[in-house]
C-alpha cells in the first residue's frame, strides 16, 4: 500500500466525514517552509488558514527549531504537581505582564477545550467556596463555539458538533448574538446602538442568581463563520457582569496573540476578564500548550488548609510540559524583539486592499469582513436579499477542493470562506491567495 492507502486504512481524521475521502483522498505532506506547506510530490500548498489557526511565524522557524533543541537536551518534562522548572516560570511571568491588568495567576493544560473546562470548573467551585451556592450554570452565545469536550461542547451552540451530545450536556443559558451581517433589527455596523443587546441585559437580570460565568469569544465568533462584533459589545457585558456578580471568561484560545491586531482581543475594549483562556497560537503552531489565567482572587478561594478540600484537583499528566513551555517562550520572544503587531498591521492593510481589488465585483460576496490578520467572505445567492447557498449543495467545499488544486488551503466553514495567515505572508502571498480564490469561487459557481 501507498501512504495515502495506508492512512485510509489506519487513521479517523477530526472533523471530517470519511466518506468524503473518497473522492478527496488525504494530502501526504512532507514538509513546510514559511506561509507554505509541500506534499510528498513536490506541490506547494499557501497555509492560508495556519493550520487551524495556531502557525503565527510560518513552517519550520529557524528560532523556535532551535528553542526546541536546546530545551530537549536539558528537560523534556516532568511531573508538575510539586515540581516547576525554568520555563513555565519564565512563560508565566511573561504573560502575566502582557495579558489585561488583574490576570495574576496561570494554571496549565494541554489543548484549548482543556483550558475552557479548567475555566468552568473553576468558575464553579469558586462560587460554590464562596458561598453562593445557587450559582451552577454558565451563560454563553448563540452560535458559540468553545471545543469538542463535554463541558466546552455544553457553553457551544453549533449543532453541528453537540446536537448529538444534547444528553449529555451542562443547561447552558444561550444569549442572543451579535450578527452584524444578518442583523435581525435592521441595523448596519455603521449606525448600530447594539439593540441586540438588550435581551441578554434581560436574561442575566433574571437569571444572575444561578450564573457562574458568561463565556465570550472576543470579537469574532470564530466557527460561526467568522462572525465580527465591536469591542464596545465587550465593554457592555464586562460592566454588566460587575453588576450582577457573574465572572466573565474570555476564550481568546483562536483571537488572541496578535490575531485581531492587538496581542489579545480584550484590548480592544480595555477590558479585563475574571478568566482568560489561551492556547493555539502560543506555542506558533508546534506544539499543545493552553493557559488559563484568572485573578488573585479567584485563587484565594481555593487556598487554604489541605483538610478544607479547597484545592482546585485539575489535573493532566503533560500540565507544564517543558518543550512547550520554552517554544511558548520562544515565540513571545519574536513578538517582542520582530515588533508583530505593528508589522501585522501593515500586512492586515493589504489583506484589506486586495479584498477591494478582488472581491468587490462579486455578485455573490454578500461581505468581505476583517478583524486584523483575519479576513472572511460571506457567499451568498443574492447579494441584495442575502439569501445562503443551500447547504446541501456544499458550495464552500467545493470552492475549498478547487483552491486545493490551485495551491490555497482555505477550509470553509459552511458558506464563509475565510483568511487567517502564518505572519509571515508577504504581499505576494496575499495577492496569490485572493486572486486564487475569487477564480475558485467563480469557476464553482459558474458551474
Request: overall charge negative.
Amino acid at each position: 500500500m501507498n501512504l495515502v492507502e495506508k492512512d485510509l486504512k489506519y487513521i479517523w481524521h477530526p472533523c471530517s466525514q470519511m466518506k468524503d475521502y473518497q473522492d478527496l483522498e488525504p494530502i501526504v505532506i512532507k514538509n513546510g517552509k514559511g506561509a507554505y506547506i509541500f506534499d510528498i510530490n513536490g506541490k506547494s500548498y499557501l497555509d492560508a488558514v495556519s493550520s487551524w489557526w495556531v502557525n503565527l511565524f510560518g513552517h519550520s522557524n529557524e528560532r523556535i527549531n532551535r528553542a526546541i533543541n536546546e530545551q530537549v537536551e536539558k528537560l523534556e518534562h516532568v511531573i508538575f504537581a510539586n515540581f516547576t522548572h525554568e520555563p513555565a516560570i519564565q512563560l508565566a511571568e511573561k504573560i502575566v505582564n502582557i495579558t489585561p491588568e488583574g490576570l495574576d495567576k496561570v494554571f496549565f493544560s494541554d489543548n484549548g477545550s482543556a483550558a475552557i473546562e479548567v475555566a468552568l470548573k473553576m468558575s464553579f467551585q469558586y462560587h460554590q467556596q464562596t458561598g453562593k451556592i445557587k450559582k451552577q450554570r454558565f451563560a454563553a452565545l448563540q452560535n458559540a463555539y468553545h471545543g469538542e469536550t463535554l463541558g466546552a461542547l455544553s457553553v457551544g451552540d453549533l449543532d453541528l458538533y453537540s446536537k448529538v451530545f444534547n444528553p449529555l450536556l451542562l443547561n447552558t443559558l444561550r444569549l442572543e448574538s451579535p450578527d452584524c451581517y444578518r442583523c435581525v433589527y435592521g441595523k448596519s455596523r455603521d449606525n448600530c446602538n447594539f439593540e441586540c443587546f438588550a435581551n441578554i441585559e434581560k436574561d442575566i437580570m433574571l437569571h444572575h442568581e444561578e450564573l457562574c460565568a458568561v463565556i465570550i469569544e472576543p470579537l469574532i465568533q470564530c466557527a460561526a463563520g467568522m462572525k465580527m462584533y465591536p469591542p464596545a459589545y465587550l465593554k457592555r457585558l464586562r460592566k454588566l457582569c460587575d453588576e450582577y456578580d457573574v465572572h466573565l471568561i474570555a476564550d481568546e484560545i483562536a483571537v488572541g496573540f496578535g490575531r485581531t491586531g492587538k496581542m489579545f482581543a480584550c484590548e480592544h475594549a480595555g477590558i479585563s476578564p475574571d478568566i482568560m483562556c489561551l492556547s493555539k497560537g502560543i506555542t506558533a503552531g508546534y506544539l499543545p500548550l493552553a493557559l488559563t489565567l484568572t485573578s488573585d482572587k479567584i485563587y484565594d478561594a481555593f487556598y487554604g488548609d489541605y483538610l478544607e478540600h479547597k484545592a482546585f484537583m485539575h489535573s493532566h499528566s503533560y500540565t507544564g510540559n517543558a518543550i512547550s513551555c520554552a517554544v511558548a517562550n520562544e515565540s513571545l520572544s519574536i513578538f517582542e524583539t520582530e515588533d508583530i503587531v505593528a508589522k501585522n498591521k501593515f500586512t492586515a492593510k493589504y489583506m484589506l486592499e486586495c479584498a477591494n481589488t478582488y472581491f468587490s465585483e462579486s455578485k455573490n460576496i454578500g461581505e468581505y469582513r476583517q478583524t486584523g490578520m483575519v479576513g472572511a467572505i460571506e457567499l451568498v445567492m443574492n447579494k441584495s436579499t442575502k439569501q445562503s447557498f443551500e447547504p446541501q449543495k456544499r458550495i464552500g467545499y467545493e470552492v475549498y477542493k478547487k483552491g486545493l488544486n490551485k495551491g490555497i488551503v482555505i477550509r470553509p466553514l459552511d458558506n464563509v470562506i475565510y483568511f487567517m495567515p502564518p505572519y509571515v505572508v508577504n504581499q505576494n502571498d496575499i495577492d496569490f491567495l485572493y486572486s486564487q480564490t475569487i477564480e475558485s469561487i467563480t469557476e464553482v459557481l459558474n458551474q
